[in-house]
């Protein structure tokens, strides 16, 4: 399964951006999805999720202001990040779980100012 990330970039604080992650290559029906981030000298960290249910769960600091979906028939998920924050500023990744494997993007950038 391949997985790519688009939709980073530069924006001022109070902007918005849409992130999409694209799946290739082996998909199932059933999976979870999500996007994770990562800033300099920090650790990974989750973001926000959705099952192929459509359940979705969201980090206490987005709750509000992101929100995850998904196109079954594209295989893509997507993330609309809204009042953005310069704390968001991270490499955004997206990782996909399915029959107990589990695969990951090369990254986006996301920078706020």
């Known amino acids: 399964v391949q997985l790519v990330e688009s939709g980073g970039g530069s924006v001022q604080a109070g902007g918005s951006l849409r992130l999409s992650c694209a799946a290739s290559?082996?998909?199932?029906?059933?999976?979870?999805m999500a996007w994770f981030r990562q800033s300099p000298g920090k650790e990974r960290e989750g973001v926000a999720a959705?099952?192929?249910?459509?359940?979705?769960v969201y980090d206490d600091s987005v709750k509000g202001r992101f929100t995850i979906s998904k196109d079954s028939a594209k295989n893509t998920v997507s993330l609309q990040m809204d009042s953005l924050r310069p704390e968001d500023t991270a490499m955004y990744y997206c990782?996909?779980?399915?029959?107990?494997?589990?695969?990951w993007g090369q990254g986006t950038q996301v920078t706020v100012s």
């Open positions: 290559g082996g998909t199932y029906s059933h999976y979870y």
């Open positions: 990782k996909r779980r399915q029959c107990g494997l589990t695969y």
């Open positions: 959705i099952d192929s249910g459509e359940t979705t």
